[in-house]
């Protein structure tokens, strides 16, 4: 049985690729960065095995061909990392987005995908000094960025939480936060390594795949407008796009089986639309 994404090693990944990306990006500049982001990209691509064939299956899946595909995704994905560290250092030109009918919202839970790059928008939002927003990620990742952040002492307006460690505590702060118009970022798309048996089954193209449950229901639980949101490159600009979910039932059960229907079929549809910024590299069928 294929690894699941959270088994795999992190190639290239962690606090000392972080640091050497900064200071590459702050002696040599972006142009520089993003060319060694296409060779360690392409250093990857053949020496990541399980990564490799399981974008080869993917793009099978969608009837593309696989190798010439799965190479275009691993080179895309290093420079959406350059554009991601650009972004994160504060030098993102914001005209560079292009916003289909979204306005900044008070107070929204938005469901986001590993389509595209969606930590950028941390860019945007930065511009309104009174948005703050709240991303959770997986405690690795959670761990390495706040460790960046104390490293060279950046002022962000995001707080990062750990997906893993949600629990009562965690679910008032969040509302309250949600109360006083800030924003919560929560992937729907990968489950957790904590928390890998609670998880549904949804429709992909052809296939079963399993996504996690606990995203769905937070969102619910906070009473407070839900979205899926996708911000994914098109040429030199980035398309943000979002769906606000509307279909309330009369009971929390029935809201959610049709929350799990909404988000596949958006997962779907703008996996069809940016294929090659499909940014999971492990089996999503598995």
């Not at 250092?89 to 107070?107: C, Q, R, S």
């Amino acid at each position: 049985m294929a690894e699941k994404w959270f088994q795999l090693s992190e190639r290239g990944a962690g606090e000392k690729r972080l640091l050497l990306s900064y200071w590459a990006y702050k002696i040599l500049g972006a142009g520089a960065l993003r060319f060694i982001a296409f060779f360690v990209s392409l250093s990857v691509f053949f020496s990541a095995k399980e990564r490799r064939e399981a974008s080869f299956k993917f793009y099978k899946l969608i009837k593309k061909p696989p190798f010439i595909s799965a190479l275009r995704q691993f080179l895309n994905y290093g420079d959406a990392l350059v554009d991601k560290f650009i972004s994160f250092a504060g030098d993102f030109d914001n005209n560079k987005f292009i916003i289909d009918n979204i306005e900044i919202y008070n107070g929204a839970f938005f469901i986001t995908t590993h389509i595209g790059n969606v930590e950028i928008l941390r860019s945007l939002i930065s511009k309104f000094k009174d948005k703050r927003i709240n991303i959770f990620l997986q405690a690795n990742a959670c761990k390495i960025f706040n460790n960046f952040l104390r490293r060279f002492e950046m002022k962000v307006n995001a707080d990062v939480f750990p997906v893993e460690d949600i629990n009562l505590e965690t679910s008032v702060l969040i509302s309250e936060r949600l109360k006083a118009g800030e924003l919560v970022f929560m992937a729907g798309d990968r489950v957790s390594a904590q928390n890998d048996n609670t998880v549904y089954e949804a429709d992909f193209f052809s296939e079963k795949i399993r996504l996690p449950l606990g995203t769905l229901k937070f969102a619910l639980m906070m009473e407070v407008p839900v979205y899926f949101i996708v911000c994914a490159k098109e040429g030199a600009k980035y398309r943000v796009s979002a769906k606000k979910f509307e279909n309330y039932k009369q009971t929390r059960k029935e809201t959610l089986e049709e929350l799990k229907k909404e988000y596949a079929q958006f997962l779907e549809e703008y996996t069809l639309k940016y294929p090659y910024q499909f940014y999971h590299f492990y089996d999503i069928t598995s």
